[in-house]
Every structure is written in structure tokens, then in C-alpha cells.
């Protein structure tokens, strides 16, 4: 089936770095990916939906300047939190659709980055 | 606009126990309808889906049905076990976006031996 594979899976880091999050499609093309944020105990939050080839959409109250997306290729999306601080500590986690197959296709999921700022 | 509203936990059974997690929804349009899983530290794992009103999705023997005269899509499972403890989130699609997703909060659920 499809799988999404998301790197790295845990980031620790000081203040004001910027830190790189992978997500690939491994056995299938994605032109449209998500990128999620989830607050502990809580759902997922959609921060952005990533295009091939073309800029992100942001949902409202996220900061494009500080979660930049690019999506280069049909299996590579990357989100890259700029200047990172102690509240951007978070579990993000990205998500692409299944290829075509009938209907409205599921979401699959990657693993998810758990990044701590000190 | 979508929208999901699913019970909240967390939902404590002992295992073998009869498992139900509601879930209703709003939408715009025909949606499909998913439930997910996530074990603690992963992310999400599709765990059955319907597309259509009176389809039953049914997984490792979980099963939902898409009842669109209640607009519920209502997580059962006949017998829980320890490892089935994980949070719940259902969630739908109508098409739009790119297939975005409408999440419920999740339903935390702890089985006890």
C-alpha cells in the first residue's frame, strides 16, 4: 500500500535554529501534500497544504515566513521552521493522497516529527 | 463549512469489552468518511473508511457505518484488546483542496487487562 515516510522522526535543538522536516511519498506521486500540527492530547491542526511545483496554502494565523513549505517533486514535500523557539515545539506530522483509485481517496500518513527547541 | 464531532475520552475498558465511539458530522457536498488511529509517539494510520451512505468499513474488527440519515459514522469493535489502546479520529473529505481532511478531536481509548 501506500506509504509516507517523514525524516527525522525527533529533533532537538536551541533557540533560533532552523530545522528541516522530510516528507516522501515512497511508492506513489503526490501533488498535493499537508502538513499537520498536533498540541498533546489534541487533534491535528492543518497548517498548510503543500503543492507540487507551485506555492503552499496557508491556513489562517499560520506564519508562511516561519513554516516555509516546498514541494520541488511529486514525491518530496519539505517544511522548514525558520528561527525556531521554545513555543514551536510540537509534533508535526505530513500527509498525501492516495493515487487515484474511485472515490474520495484517504489521506496516508507519515510517522510524524516530534521537535523539542530548548 | 465540514465539520466532525466525535465523543470524548478517554474511553477506559477492560479488555474484551464492547467498544463504541460516536462520531457525527457536518458537510458541504457527498463525503467520504474515515477513521484513523495513532499509537502513542507515531502518527496516523488509516484504520477503515466508507464512501458512501450505507457502506460499512470494517479493520482488524473494528467496523463503522456510513449512516447518512443520522450523518454518524459511529466506531464499533465487538471485543477490545490491550493493544488496541491508541487515540481514535474520525475524519471526512469532500473532495475539495486536494482531498483535505476534517478531523474530530480524537477519542483517547485505554484498555485494562
Known amino acids: 500500500g501506500a506509504v509516507v515516510s517523514q525524516h527525522p522522526s525527533r529533533v532537538i535543538c536551541k533557540s533560533g535554529t532552523s530545522v528541516k522536516i522530510e516528507c516522501r511519498s515512497l511508492?506513489?506521486?503526490?501533488?498535493?501534500m499537508f502538513w499537520y500540527r498536533q498540541f498533546p492530547k489534541q487533534s491535528l491542526m492543518l497548517m498548510a497544504t503543500?503543492?507540487?511545483?507551485?506555492?503552499?496554502?496557508?491556513e489562517q494565523g499560520v506564519e508562511k515566513d516561519k513554516f516555509l513549505i516546498n514541494h520541488a517533486s511529486l514525491t518530496l514535500s519539505t517544511l522548514t521552521v525558520t528561527s525556531a523557539h521554545p513555543e514551536d515545539s510540537s509534533f508535526y506530522i505530513c500527509?498525501?493522497?492516495?493515487?487515484?483509485?474511485?472515490?474520495?481517496?484517504?489521506?496516508?500518513f507519515g510517522d510524524g516529527t516530534r521537535l523539542s527547541i530548548l | 463549512g465540514n465539520s466532525v464531532t466525535q465523543m470524548e475520552g478517554p474511553v477506559t475498558l477492560s479488555e474484551e469489552a464492547f467498544l463504541t465511539i460516536n462520531c457525527t458530522y457536518t458537510?458541504?457536498?457527498?463525503?467520504?468518511l474515515f477513521w484513523y488511529v495513532q499509537y502513542p509517539g507515531e502518527g496516523l494510520q488509516l484504520l477503515l473508511k466508507?464512501?458512501?451512505?450505507?457502506d460499512k468499513g470494517s479493520n482488524k474488527g473494528f467496523e463503522a457505518t456510513y449512516r447518512k440519515e443520522t450523518t454518524s459514522f459511529h466506531l464499533e469493535k465487538g471485543s477490545v484488546q490491550v493493544s488496541d489502546s491508541a487515540v481514535y479520529f474520525c475524519?471526512?473529505?469532500?473532495?475539495?483542496?486536494?482531498?483535505?481532511?476534517?478531523f474530530g478531536g480524537g477519542t483517547r481509548l485505554m484498555v485494562k487487562p
Open positions: 500527509s498525501a493522497r492516495a493515487p487515484r483509485g474511485g472515490g474520495h481517496q484517504p489521506q496516508h
Open positions: 511508492d506513489f506521486q503526490a501533488t498535493t
Open positions: 503543500s503543492n507540487e511545483g507551485s506555492k503552499a496554502t496557508y
Open positions: 458537510a458541504t457536498g457527498y463525503p467520504s
Open positions: 466508507a464512501t458512501k451512505a450505507d
Open positions: 475524519a471526512l473529505t469532500t473532495g475539495n483542496a486536494g482531498n483535505m481532511l476534517t
